[in-house]
């Protein structure tokens, strides 16, 4: 209930792009079934949004402790090469070395932020900008290709009738909420974003937690980079996630959340990201130039910018008070009325 | 010395100590030539460098400047082909437009007191936008008056040619450094990047400030954004995607603390070169691959934050005793 109703601007930002978008593409919510898969727009949004939606899912995690995680972008490149590289070496395990990838990204930037102490925009600004040289060095510059119908499955398989990467990032959209719900470890990460040293000095060991939502954002960037890289069988480590940390965190940011760290909710996040792919899907089917994408994406960024605004906040309070007292004025006057 | 000097002491040091290991490998780097082609290969991102040190100073960031940049490139393009104006009426338009986006920014930020990470990423979205809806297409630029701008160049001793857009990078350095330093408005915003209630009670006008601090940051790359349209001779609405984290990174690199408050214009000019001559090496070298020329600075970024976490350690526990 309470979920319900802090995710409520984000599902009615959705409902009305989806009806936007309908108004001028009417067959937006049909799905149909082919081949006993469903088949549709919004199947094709579920789908393609799988990256920023992972990558959503720990960056929520990172965001929530006043951090940032730039190197999402180039963890999945890495990761996508390193998938690559292990299916045409021979060793198959693509899957598992990618995870593990995506951990050791993690590492480095939890250790450089957690126990170093650098800022964590600079301290995952090393990796955004040396991680791409990384995967090509794995890739020796080159898009790696392969046919490995495992790994494909992450990227166009489906399970009852739904595609993979979808399924993919729906579960790990609900199984990090109830994860994080479900045990203290939300709060935990909450009281170390509000403030580290008050929440170290409570007893909560802020370091470990420090470097384990960086982990998690490593895993999650490790799962976009296999879905990104399964999705066109083959690892491109100069444009695989280029620029989706910066999506990641404008889903975040839509989803209400706080950049300067506290209280979050991964649910109104993931949101975000749909309501990220609903606009670039949207603009596509209702026949708009692809052009306009980026600037209806400033002018959303802008509009939940002055809804968030912490100093516009009293002035939206003055509003709806005003409105009450309207109303209750209003209701006073009708019964004096009736009597 | 003055402790505050030692993060650019240790820039220049690495600077000179790199160019010695080149020149023992290569002694034609020493060449005018070189030198020449470091200074116009990197005249954009040097200007661009410089609006984003003051932004630094001031403890903010700027993730709009590469848009911008290439809404630039594209509007001098655009106005050149479809108007009858004169490119220097073009250039005087482009930089109020620039200039007017980044003010706009400045003033987004103070009144929503929102981070400028957020606000001006949504600004990097906003001119990209608008360059494509310019034009999608690479459009060249073919003006009389772009042929003597191209052409003109000083011829050094050596055949290395000092050309204009080099020589307007290192002014706009200079002009960046007196601003920073030598102005009350510098002072501003090293106050800024101290600590804004701080710098409010010793009478910082912090709203006017950082409008003042985005509005110069949308000039510099307004400018570099013409010096780049005449280093290609076109505008293209894909052009310097990514400008601005390494206009970010030549600025760490160049000895300024990314919390803001301390730092130097002057650093953030050999940290452009030192990632220029690192590039070089590699054209040099011919057997390296392009990708270390990432990882190298990578690594170059990781030494110097901790360079200055060391120090700042250091100094403040002198500061302390």
Known sequence: MIVLRRVTPQLLTLAALAALVTLFFPDFLRIEVVDGRLVGPIMDILKRGAPVGLLAVGMTLVIATRGIDLSVGTTMAITGAVAAWSITQGYGLGGALALLAGVLAGLWNGTLVAIVGIQPIVATLILMTSGRGIAQLVTEGRILTFSHDGMAFFGSGALLGIPAPALLWGLTAVAVALLMRRSALGMLIEAVGVNRAASALAGVNATVLLIAVYVASGLCAALAGIVATADIRGADANNAGLWLELDAILAVVIGGNSLLGGRFSIAASVLGALIIQTVDTGILLAGFPSEYNLVIKAGLVLVILVLQSPNLAHHWYALRRAAQVRRERAMGAAKETGR | ?321
């Open chain 2, 1 to 321: 010395m003055n402790p505050r000097l030692y993060p650019l002491a240790a820039t220049i040091a690495i600077f000179l100590l790199a160019w010695v290991v080149c020149v023992m490998q290569f002694p034609y780097m020493l060449s005018t030539r070189v030198v020449g082609n470091l200074l116009t290969d990197n005249a954009y991102l040097g200007i661009v460098a410089v609006g984003m040190t003051v932004v630094i100073l001031s403890g903010g960031i700027d993730l709009s400047v590469g848009s911008v940049i290439a809404f630039s490139g594209v509007f001098i393009a655009v106005m050149l082909r479809d108007s009858g104006l004169h490119p220097l009426a073009v250039f005087a338009l482009l930089l109020v437009v620039t200039s007017a986006f980044g003010a706009a920014m400045g003033w987004l930020i103070h009144t929503l007191a929102m981070p400028p990470f957020i606000v001006t990423l949504a600004g990097m979205f906003l001119a990209r936008g608008a360059a494509y809806m310019l034009t999608i297409d690479s459009v060249p630029i073919d003006h009389a008056f772009y042929d003597v701008l191209d052409d003109a160049y000083y011829l050094m001793p050596g055949k290395g040619r000092l050309t204009l857009i080099g020589v307007v990078m290192l002014l706009t350095v200079l002009v960046g450094m007196i601003v920073a330093h030598r102005t009350r408005f510098g002072a501003s915003v090293f106050a800024l990047g101290g600590g804004e209630a701080t710098a409010r009670l010793m009478g910082v006008r912090v709203g006017r400030t950082t409008v003042a601090i985005y509005a110069f940051s949308g000039l510099m790359a307004g400018l570099s954004g013409i010096v780049f349209s005449i280093y290609t001779s076109s505008g293209y609405p894909l052009a310097t995607v990514g400008t601005e984290l390494t206009a970010i990174a030549a600025v760490v690199i160049g000895g300024t603390l990314l919390t803001g408050g301390a730092g130097f214009v002057f650093g953030t000019l050999i940290g452009v070169l030192t990632m220029g001559l690192i590039q070089t090496y590699i054209v040099f070298d011919g057997t390296l691959s392009s990708w270390w020329t990432k990882i190298i600075i990578g690594l170059l970024l990781l030494a110097f934050i901790l360079l200055q976490k060391g120090l700042l350690r250091v100094t403040t526990a002198r500061a302390g005793a």
